[in-house]
């Protein structure tokens, strides 16, 4: 059996932004930019690649309430294919992160861990008493869509 699990050190390109299913299930949506040196011929030479990430439940709440532009993540997850059509009529192919597990990256910072207390039942979805957008990212409004991926 094949193993289809990654993991991904590098700087969130955008705040998480946060959705929610027509069933209340959180996911949330950013970016990575995972950055690569190494020498040629004695001559630094740079290369990054960028990466989709998608979490869901509690998992997507806790970062985008915890995440930012910017900062320095750790993710491990699946990678998972996806198609679509552009504006332009094209199919395209496009793979992306579904995140398993995530926090910061402790190796130039720290980070003060606050746990968070089990929801009843859901996979840890947005309370009732707790508003969509209890996160500290100014400007992440949470907007329902239909149970499709957001991207």
């Known amino acids: 059996m094949a193993d289809n699990s990654i993991t991904l ?5 955008r705040d998480p932004e946060i959705r929610f299913t027509a069933t ?12 690569r040196r190494y020498q040629v011929n004695g001559e630094w030479q740079e290369q990054t690649s960028y990466f989709n990430v998608t979490a869901w439940g509690q998992l997507g709440e806790n970062a985008a309430a915890t995440l930012a532009k910017g900062t320095r993540v750790v993710v491990t997850g699946r990678l ?5 059509t ?3 009529g094209e199919k395209r ?9 995530l926090g910061p990256s402790l190796r130039w ?20 008493s707790r508003p969509a ?15 499709e991926e957001p991207f």
Request: hydrophobic share 30%; glycine share 14%.
């Open 80 to 84: 998972e294919q996806r198609e679509y």
């Open 9 to 13: 050190v590098g700087n969130l390109t």
């Open 109 to 128: 910072a720290t980070a003060e861990v606050k746990r968070t207390p089990k929801t009843d039942g859901q996979s840890g979805g947005a309370s009732a």
């Open 93 to 101: 192919t496009a793979i992306d992160v579904i995140a398993d597990e």
């Open 133 to 147: 957008n209890s996160g500290t990212n100014p400007g992440t409004e949470a907007t329902p869509f239909d149970g």
């Open 86 to 88: 552009s504006r332009e």
């Open 24 to 35: 209340g299930r959180a996911v949330a949506s950013f970016g990575i930019a995972v950055g």
